[in-house]
T-cell receptor, first 118, second 115 residues
Framework: AQKVTQAQTEISVVEKEDVTLDCVYETRDTTYYLFWYKQPPSGELVFLIRRNSFDEQNEISGRYSWNFQKSTSSFNFTITASQVVDSAVYFC???????????????FGTGTKLQVIP | EPEVTQTPSHQVTQMGQEVILRCVPISNHLYFYWYRQILGQKVEFLVSFYNNEISEKSEIFDDQFSVERPDGSNFTLKIRSTKLEDSAMYFCASMADRARPDTQYFGPGTRLTVL
C-alpha cells in the first residue's frame, strides 16, 4: 500500500523568506511517480511537478525547487523568496506505475497550508 | 492549452436526491478519474475508467456511485441518493496515453453541498 505523509499541517512565513515543505512517502514498488500540487483558496488543483523513481536529479523552476532522495523516501519542496501569491495548500502525491505504462490512482498527502504574510 | 472542465462549479441538493457531476476531459486523453475532497481534508481517489469500463475503484465508491462516458466526450459521476457526508469537492482528472506515462490533469472541481 502506498502512503504519503506531510507532517507540517500549517506554515507561516514572512514574504521573501524561504520555506521548505516536507514530504515522506511509502511504497513497495520500485517504479513510481511523485507529484506536487498547489491548491489556492479558489480550490482548483494546480500541477507543479512530476518525478519518476529513476530520476533523483533535483529540479529548479524559477523560485521553486524540489529535492528527491530515495534513501530517505523524501520529496521536499522549497519556495525561495516567498510571495503572498504562494499562499495555498500544497499536496504531495504518489502513484505507482502500472505494468505497460501509465498510472494507477494518485495517493495524496494531507497537505500543508502555507501562509505568506506581507 | 487544453484543460479539463467540470460543470457545475457548485451544486446544492437535498439529501436523497440524485446528482450528476459532469466532466469534459482533455480530448486525446484515454484515462479518466474521479477524486473527492471533503472540506479541509486530503484528496481521495474514487474511481478510474479506461476503455469504457472501471479499471479501479476505492472503498468509498460504493453502489450509490456510478460513472459513465455517454458520448465520447463527457465523463460523468452519478450519486444516486445523496447523503450529508457526500458533501465535498469532486475533481475529475484525465491522462493521455499509457504508452507514454504522463500526468493526471485535474479539472477545477465541483463543490457538492448536500442539505
Amino acid at each position: 500500500a502506498q502512503k504519503v505523509t506531510q507532517a507540517q499541517t500549517e506554515i507561516s512565513v514572512v514574504e521573501k523568506e524561504d520555506v521548505t515543505l516536507d514530504c515522506v512517502y511509502e511504497t513497495r514498488d520500485t517504479t513510481y511517480y511523485l507529484f506536487w500540487y498547489k491548491q489556492p483558496p479558489s480550490g482548483e488543483l494546480v500541477f507543479l511537478i512530476r518525478r519518476n523513481s529513476f530520476d533523483e536529479q533535483n529540479e529548479i523552476s524559477g523560485r521553486y525547487s524540489w529535492n528527491f532522495q530515495k534513501s530517505t523516501s523524501s520529496f521536499n519542496f522549497t519556495i525561495t523568496a516567498s510571495q503572498v501569491v504562494d499562499s495555498a495548500v500544497y499536496f504531495c502525491a504518489l502513484s505507482e506505475a502500472r505494468r505497460g505504462g501509465g498510472y494507477q490512482k494518485v495517493t495524496f498527502g494531507t497537505g500543508t497550508k502555507l501562509q505568506v504574510i506581507p | 492549452e487544453p484543460e479539463v472542465t467540470q460543470t457545475p462549479s457548485h451544486q446544492v441538493t437535498q439529501m436523497g436526491q440524485e446528482v450528476i457531476l459532469r466532466c469534459v476531459p482533455i480530448s486525446n486523453h484515454l484515462y479518466f478519474y474521479w477524486y473527492r475532497q471533503i472540506l479541509g481534508q486530503k484528496v481521495e481517489f474514487l474511481v478510474s475508467f479506461y476503455n469504457n469500463e472501471i479499471s479501479e475503484k476505492s472503498e468509498i465508491f460504493d453502489d450509490q456511485f456510478s460513472v459513465e462516458r455517454p458520448d465520447g466526450s463527457n465523463f460523468t459521476l452519478k450519486i444516486r441518493s445523496t447523503k450529508l457526508e457526500d458533501s465535498a469537492m469532486y475533481f475529475c482528472a484525465s491522462m493521455a496515453d499509457r504508452a507514454r506515462p504522463d500526468t493526471q490533469y485535474f479539472g477545477p472541481g465541483t463543490r457538492l453541498t448536500v442539505l
